[in-house]
């Protein structure tokens, strides 16, 4: 079993950033994935961001591409999403994820480990 906490949102104007952190409760395998997913009110979880956590490898969902970046952070086992130009369409609750089980890594079915989120939202 693996918790998992994000922290880091809040609100923003449009064109500004932040970073979300989330930390798992214990080691996650070097051998699998994490990523960052969202919802916003009345619409499907989303795939934002996923990361390999063996390699370092990331996947990016097209509407995020080149404003945000994931990362982490073995040695602390953290996770980060920095979020730059941020747009009132990214106002949504983001969540954390771990531990692939499907094969589609930015799918919301694929991970078995989520957290309870954390808000972000942007103003116009």
């Known amino acids: 079993q693996v918790q998992l906490v994000e922290s880091g949102g809040g609100s923003v104007q449009a064109g500004g950033s932040l970073r979300l952190s989330c930390v798992a409760s214990r080691y996650t395998d070097n051998n699998n994935y994490m990523g960052w997913f969202r919802q916003a009110p009345g619409k499907e979880h989303e795939g934002v961001a996923a990361?390999?956590?063996?390699?370092?490898?990331?996947y990016y969902a097209d509407s995020v591409k080149g404003r945000f970046t994931i990362s982490q952070d073995n040695a602390k086992n953290t996770l980060y999403l920095q979020m730059n130009n941020l747009k009132p369409e990214d106002t949504a609750m983001y969540y954390c994820?771990?531990?692939?089980?499907?094969?589609?890594?930015?799918?919301?079915?694929?991970?078995?480990?989520w957290g309870q989120g954390t808000q972000v939202t942007v103003s116009s």
């Open positions: 994820a771990a531990d692939l089980r499907g094969t589609r890594v930015l799918s919301p079915t694929s991970f078995r480990y």
């Open positions: 990361i390999y956590t063996g390699s370092g490898g990331t």
